[in-house]
Structures are given as structure tokens and as C-alpha cells.
């Protein structure tokens, strides 16, 4: 089994921070790609950023330059720092992890169960 765990979601002003985490646990033989998605009621879960095990990073569009992704390869964590936030930011934000378990097989995908970020203006 596979777990993931977020924290750090809240309620939050415009233009103001938070700093969202997410650790993996379980049968974890190795994690390639880690990253954060958002949804809103109604709408398709989109990425937000995505970060490889070697560190390269992606964004959207609508989050570059205000959101930074991190993660910390020994503590299997992913961390989405968020500044500058706006009420278009408010979502439940998910992270995701592609991972191959120490049982052998395939790559999956594993989610989170989300962490609510409400930004008000």
C-alpha cells in the first residue's frame, strides 16, 4: 500500500502565502514524478506543477512566478509553496505521486485526498 498525506491548506487573503506538503508512505521502492493538481466544483482537475526526481520542474501558466514546487527525495515529500494568492486560486488542491512499490510490477499513480485552499478577496 501507498498513502499519501497533505497538509497545510487554509484560508487565506489575497496576496497572501501558504506552503502546502505531502509525504508519501508504504511499499515505496521509488517515486519518479511528484506534483500538485487543483479542482473546483464542476471542473476537470488540472496540473498546477509537477517536479521529477531529478528536479525539473513544470508549471501552468497561471500559477508561474507565484508558485514554487520543491520536494525532498529521502522524506518522499512534495512541497507547493504559494504566494500571491487569488481568489481564482481557491480549490481543493491534490497531490500526486507515480510510484513503483517495492512488491514489483508496474508504475501507478497514487493521489492524496486533497487539502481545501479557500482565498478570499
Known amino acids: 500500500q501507498v498513502q499519501l498525506v497533505e497538509s497545510g491548506g487554509g484560508l487565506v487573503q489575497a496576496g497572501g502565502s501558504l506552503r502546502l506538503s505531502c509525504a508519501a508512505s508504504?511499499?515505496?521502492?521509488?517515486?519518479?514524478?511528484m506534483g500538485w493538481h487543483r479542482q473546483t466544483p464542476g471542473k476537470q482537475r488540472e496540473l498546477v506543477a509537477a517536479?521529477?526526481?531529478?528536479?525539473?520542474?513544470t508549471y501552468a501558466d497561471s500559477v508561474k512566478g507565484r508558485f514554487t514546487i520543491s520536494r525532498d527525495n529521502a522524506r518522499n515529500t512534495v512541497y507547493l509553496q504559494v504566494n500571491s494568492l487569488k481568489p481564482e486560486d481557491t480549490a481543493v488542491y491534490y497531490c500526486?505521486?507515480?510510484?513503483?512499490?517495492?512488491?514489483?510490477?508496474?508504475?501507478?499513480?497514487?493521489w492524496g485526498q486533497g487539502t481545501q485552499v479557500t482565498v478570499s478577496s
Open positions: 508504504g511499499t515505496i521502492f521509488s517515486i519518479n514524478s
Open positions: 500526486s505521486a507515480d510510484v513503483l512499490r517495492r512488491d514489483g510490477g508496474v508504475w501507478n499513480k497514487y
Open positions: 517536479i521529477t526526481s531529478g528536479g525539473t520542474t
